[in-house]
C-alpha cells in the first residue's frame, strides 16, 4: 500500500506496482510521473467514478484494479491502452460496457457484482481472453460472437438473469471451470437432506478463524452437546460472492452427498440472519496441495518452490479425485472449481476435496449439456494432472509417461473425446496393472 505523499513527493518513480486506498475521488495526476515504469496500477477501495481519457499515456500499464468504487460504466480510454490485458472493476454500479471499452489483447475481465446487462458483441474479439468473470450482473444472454474466444479457460456467470445456457459455450476448446448456478435456467429449489440436520448457530461456540474464501470464514467451533464435540463451521457472507450466491454452495455441497474424499458435512444452518454449514474438523495433518493462481499465471495454481510429487503420488492423487468428481456428477453436480489449491492431502497422500463456491446443479439442463459440462471439469482435472506432472520426479518414467498421455486425453480441444470421470476411474486404475 503506497500514499498519495509519497506519490507527490516523486518518492516512487519507478515503481511497478502502486496501491492508492484514501477515498479518492479523482485521480491523481502524478501517477503520469510513472508512466515509464508503472505496469499494475490498484485504485481499489476509493470513491472514483471515471479515469482521465488520456490513460493511455501509461503506457507500460498491464493491469488495473478498480474495485468498489463508483463506477456506472467501464471506461473507454481502457480500450486505448496499448499493454493493458487484465482489467478488474469489482462492485461498481457498472451498467454499460461499450466495445470501445475493451482492449484486444485483454487476457483477463472481472465484472463481477456490478449491474450490466448487455455485453457489446466486441467480446468476440478478445481472442487472448482467458479468464471471465460476471456473476452477480443482470445478464439475460450471451454475444453469440464470444463463440470466437477459443482462448477462455474460466467463466463465471452465477446470480444473473440468463434465460438458457448458450451451447456455444459448452464446445469451447479450453474452457475448464465454468459456474452457472443462481440463472433462470439452472434455479433450483432450496436442498433439505434428511442425512443433514438443520440446527440453529445457538448450538455451537465459534472459536478461532481456520480461513476464510470468497464465500464466507470458517471457524473452529464446539458443538454444544455430551460430550462436546469440536467442529469446523463455515459461516457464509451475505449478497454475490465472486463464485454466485452462498445458499447455491450449501445447496450444491448437500446436493452432493457423503464420500470418503469430500469433506463430510454435520449440519446445516438455515436461517435468515445467518447461512452456515458444520463440517468435521480436518486433521491437523493435513495441508494445501497448491496455491492459487498468480496474476502472471492467470487460471492455473502456482506452488510453493522446491515442492515434487513422485509418479506414484500423482497416481493417487489421480485416483482418488477422478473417483470423487464420477461421484459428483452422477449426483447432478459440477465442482467448477478443480484446482490443488482446493485439495487437501496428508503424509499419506489421502485426499480431501472442498470449497463448492462456484458447484452448479447440472439437473436443469439437458442430457446433452451435462455430458459437455463433465467434459469441461475433465479438462480441469486434466491441468490439475498437468501441473502436477510439470513437478515430477525422475523415478518411474513409465508411469509418468502415462500420466502424460492420459492427461493429454483430458485437455483435448476436441472436447467430445474427452473420457468421462467414470472411464478415467478405469483407465487410472489399468495404469499399474500391468507392470
Avoid at 3 to 29: D, H, N, V, Y
Avoid at 103 to 113: A, C, E, G, H
Avoid at 265 to 271: I, Y
Avoid at 404 to 413: D, F, K, P, T, W
Wanted: negative net charge; contains cysteine.
Amino acid at each position: 500500500m503506497h500514499t498519495l505523499a509519497q506519490l507527490k513527493s516523486g518518492q516512487l518513480i519507478g515503481c511497478k506496482r502502486l496501491q492508492l486506498t484514501e477515498g479518492l475521488t479523482e485521480f491523481p495526476r502524478e501517477i503520469f510521473t510513472l508512466a515509464d515504469s508503472l505496469e499494475i496500477l490498484d485504485l481499489s477501495n476509493n470513491q472514483l467514478s471515471s479515469l482521465p481519457d488520456d490513460l493511455d499515456q501509461l503506457h507500460q500499464l498491464k493491469i488495473i484494479f478498480a474495485s468498489n468504487n463508483c463506477f456506472d460504466h467501464l471506461p473507454e480510454v481502457l480500450g486505448r491502452c496499448p499493454k493493458l490485458e487484465m482489467i478488474g472493476f469489482k462492485s461498481n454500479q457498472i451498467k454499460q460496457v461499450s466495445g470501445a471499452s475493451l482492449p484486444l489483447q485483454t487476457r483477463w475481465l472481472i465484472l463481477t457484482d456490478n449491474q450490466i446487462e448487455l455485453l457489446p458483441a466486441r467480446m468476440g474479439e478478445l481472442h487472448q481472453l482467458q479468464k471471465l468473470a460476471l456473476a452477480g450482473n443482470q445478464l439475460t444472454e450471451l454475444p453469440a460472437t464470444m463463440a470466437n474466444c477459443h482462448n477462455l479457460e474460466l467463466v463465471r456467470l452465477s446470480a444473473n438473469r440468463l434465460v438458457a445456457l448458450p451451447n456455444w459455450l459448452l464446445t469451447l476448446p479450453k474452457l475448464a471451470w465454468l459456474a452457472f448456478s443462481g440463472n433462470p435456467f439452472s434455479h433450483v429449489e432450496h436442498c433439505q437432506s434428511a442425512s443433514v440436520p438443520n440446527i440453529s448457530p445457538a448450538q455451537y461456540q465459534l472459536g478461532e478463524v481456520l480461513g476464510q474464501g470468497a464465500s464466507g470464514v470458517i471457524y473452529r467451533a464446539q458443538l454444544n452437546q455430551q460430550p462436546s464435540k469440536e467442529v469446523a463451521v463455515k459461516v457464509f457472507k451475505g449478497g454475490i460472492t465472486s463464485d454466485g450466491y452462498p445458499s447455491d454452495e450449501l445447496d450444491c455441497c448437500l446436493t452432493t452427498g457423503i464420500h470418503p474424499n469430500l469433506i463430510k458435512v454435520l449440519a446445516q444452518v438455515d436461517e435468515t440472519e445467518q447461512l452456515a454449514l458444520v463440517m468435521e474438523l480436518i486433521p491437523a495433518n493435513y495441508t494445501n496441495l497448491g496455491s492459487p493462481p498468480s496474476l502472471q499465471s492467470c487460471t492455473r495454481d502456482t506452488f510453493a518452490d522446491g515442492t515434487q510429487f513422485t509418479p506414484s503420488q500423482i497416481h493417487l492423487i489421480g485416483q482418488q479425485m477422478a473417483d470423487t468428481l464420477a461421484h459428483m456428477h452422477q449426483q447432478g453436480v459440477s465442482h467448477g472449481d478443480i484446482y490443488a489449491h482446493n485439495i487437501l492431502i496428508n503424509e499419506q497422500n489421502q485426499v480431501l476435496f472442498g470449497d463448492f463456491g462456484a458447484a452448479t446443479h447440472l439437473n436443469h439442463i439437458t442430457p446433452e449439456q451435462q455430458t459437455a459440462m463433465e467434459a469441461i471439469e475433465v479438462r480441469a482435472f486434466g491441468c490439475l494432472l498437468d501441473d502436477l506432472l510439470g513437478l515430477v520426479t525422475a523415478e518411474a518414467p513409465i508411469l509418468t509417461g502415462k500420466l502424460r498421455a492420459l492427461a493429454a486425453q483430458c485437455v483435448s480441444n476436441q472436447v467430445e473425446q474427452r473420457p468421462n470421470f467414470s472411464t478415467l476411474k478405469t483407465l487410472l486404475y489399468d495404469l499399474t496393472q500391468n507392470e
